[in-house]
C-alpha cells in the first residue's frame, strides 16, 4: 500500500469517495495509525466495523491536530462510541475536530468529550450533515455553547 511505502513522512491525508459505502477505509485508517506517527490531518469517512481504529491512530500520531470524520450511513448508532474513544484517546494536539453524518450522541457523552478538552483548548469543534433533529438537539447545542462561554471550545458552526 501507498501509505506503507511513505517511511512516517505523511503529514496529511484527505479522503473522498463517490461511493461512500467504500469497504477499505478501516485498512487504510490502519495503516496511517501504523505508518504515519507524524501526521497532521486525516480526513476520513468512518462506518462502524472502522471504530476499532480510531484508539490506535489516536495513540501512535500524537502529532494529529486536525481530524475530520465523515459517517459512511446515514444513520447509526456510533456516535457516543465514537465520542468516548475521543475522550480517551486523544492526543494533546488534537484540537480541530469535525464529525460530518447521521451519527446519534448523548448530552452525556458531548459534555464527558467537552470536559476533556477543559484545561486544553480545543480551538474548533464542528458537527454538519446531522439530518437527524432527534440526533442532534437543542440541549446539544446549549451544551456546546455553555463550552464555548467557558472558553474550551474557540469556534464552532453550530
Known sequence: MLIEKTEG???????D??????????????AIADNCPKIEYLSTY????????????????SK???????????????????LDILTSSSPLSLNNIKLSGGWKYSINS???????????????????DNIHE???TIEHIKIIRKYI??????????
Do not use: Q, W
Open 9 to 15: 513522512n505523511l503529514s496529511y491525508v484527505y479522503i
Open 17 to 30: 469517495m463517490s461511493n461512500k459505502d467504500a469497504e477499505s477505509t478501516g485498512m487504510v485508517i490502519k
Open 46 to 61: 468512518l462506518g462502524p466495523k472502522d471504530l476499532i481504529y480510531v484508539k490506535p491512530l489516536l495513540l501512535h500520531c
Open 64 to 82: 494529529l491536530s486536525r481530524l475530520r470524520l465523515k459517517n459512511l450511513y446515514e444513520n447509526n448508532i456510533i456516535g457516543d462510541e465514537l
Open 110 to 128: 458531548i459534555e464527558r468529550f467537552f470536559e476533556s478538552y477543559r484545561g486544553r483548548k480545543l480551538l474548533e469543534f464542528g458537527i454538519k
Open 134 to 136: 432527534d440526533n442532534f
Open 149 to 158: 462561554n467557558e472558553g474550551v471550545i474557540g469556534h464552532t458552526n453550530l
